[in-house]
């Protein structure tokens, strides 16, 4: 905790006295707090409480600091931000993107890791639309602390209770080792499809998304690290925060890999490159004629190979998505093209391809493995890079 920055937003709850107590345990831990509050939470706690407990101004509305952009200026030079208590108005404007008051602005601007501490009446958290609200900022990469069951303000059992300081202090220790894991070090992620033109309208290709290397040069950004994603063709947006470098066929993405892994600590390979390209490529349209047409397919640069053969010291993880006999099929492309680490998938069934969930399995050397479970593609990202730190420490 010694040195971090640490972001506090405090929104209009019971539990906002709590916060106090807390910024003084991270002020006594070496932290440096800068407080943010809405204008409902200065109804419970004054800023005075917080600016006397940091000995740092506390910030309340967009408009009164005589800077012209706190919200950014705050959040970019903080490691991680934490909302304590989030309310079930807070976490509903951040769901839909709302942004009209200095925390939410702030929030919304954040490239750093956001934690969100519940704490409101039981029926107000179980009512479906918190629970569907906090569902979608987790799927966005929001961590939250669950609240606890015990005795709440209404005089009441139930669950609905702010978590205690310490399973609060873990959440925010565990992010902050994360996001010092990868701090200097240069990642080069490879995802998506490619595209192999037959003529200018028609293309080979297959149903990669790239959400799967998308979620992981986020997760290695946040992590502090200097990521270039090489991206091929798909709908879903690259993070904020990456060197983007766009691809379409394989041998573009081979020039590429080759150019943005010289030299990375970690490759991670998750593009789903056509192993083939039409042999020959049409100037123009081809005709329907009513006939079968035979197309001849040349095979494409193996980017992943190439990349095992050239990788130095930098540590080389590929995937694998495989029909059958996955985890055999991984342990011989492990080996074959020099991998440091390999992570399968099962693209058999609906799993795989998209923005949904995915179950991982995570192979190294001889016999190493590690379940990575069944999980949205954010949280998989995340435990991938864990075990993958693990690995490149000991390696
Ligand atoms: C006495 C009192 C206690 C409240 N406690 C909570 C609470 O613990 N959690 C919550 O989500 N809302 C609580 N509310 C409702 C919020 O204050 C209200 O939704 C407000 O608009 C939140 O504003 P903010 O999210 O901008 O801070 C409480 C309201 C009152 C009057």
């Not at 309340?60 to 989030?86: K, M, N, Q």
């Not at 240069?186 to 959400?211: C, H, K, M, Q, Y």
């Not at 573009?252 to 039409?278: C, F, K, N, Q």
């Amino acid at each position: 905790m010694n040195g971090a920055r640490i972001f506090l937003g405090v929104s209009g709850g019971i539990a906002a006295y709590k916060a106090a107590a807390l910024t003084s345990t991270l002020v006594q831990r070496g932290a440096l707090v800068d407080v943010v509050m809405t204008s409902e939470a200065e109804r419970f706690v004054t800023p005075l409480t917080f600016a006397s407990l940091t000995a740092r101004p506390v910030y309340t509305s967009l408009w009164d600091t005589p800077e012209r952009i706190p919200h950014i200026r705050l959040i970019r030079e903080a490691d991680v931000a934490l909302v304590l208590p989030a309310t079930a108005n807070l976490i509903a404007k951040l769901a839909a993107g709302i942004a009209d008051d200095l925390l939410t602005a702030a929030l919304l601007a954040a490239r750093i890791p956001r934690i969100l501490a519940p704490a409101m009446n039981e029926t107000m958290y179980e009512d479906a639309a918190t629970k569907a609200n906090l569902a979608t900022l987790r799927a966005r990469g929001y961590e939250t602390v669950d609240p606890e069951r015990g005795f709440l303000a209404e005089r009441e059992f139930g669950v609905g209770r702010l978590a205690g300081e310490e399973r609060i202090l873990q959440a925010l220790e565990r992010t902050l080792a994360r996001r010092r894991a990868l701090r200097g070090k240069r990642v080069a992620i490879t995802a998506g499809p490619t595209r192999e033109a037959f003529d200018p309208v028609r293309f080979l290709s297959n149903a990669s998304s790239g959400a799967t290397g998308i979620e992981l040069a986020r997760e290695a950004a946040l992590r502090g690290a200097s990521v270039t994603l090489m991206l091929g063709p798909t709908l879903l947006e690259p993070p904020a925060g990456v060197d983007v470098v766009r691809v379409t066929t394989a041998s573009e993405l081979y020039d590429a890999a080759l150019e943005h892994a010289a030299g990375a600590d970690l490759t991670i390979a998750t593009a789903a490159v056509s192993d083939w390209r039409p042999a020959e490529r049409s100037d123009s349209k081809v005709k329907k004629s009513g006939e079968a047409l035979t197309v001849a397919l040349a095979p494409n640069p193996d980017v992943l190979a190439e990349l095992g053969r050239r990788k130095g010291s930098g540590f080389l993880v590929g995937f694998a998505a495989e029909t059958d006999h996955h985890e055999k099929r991984a342990r011989e492309k492990l080996r074959a093209k020099h991998l440091d680490a390999i992570a399968v998938n099962d693209v058999a069934g609906e799993r795989g391809f998209g923005p949904g969930h995915n179950a991982l399995v995570l192979l190294w050397g001889d016999e190493g493995r590690r379940e990575l479970g069944v999980a949205d593609k954010t949280t998989l990202a995340a435990r991938l890079l864990d075990a993958v730190e693990e690995l490149m420490r000991c390696s």
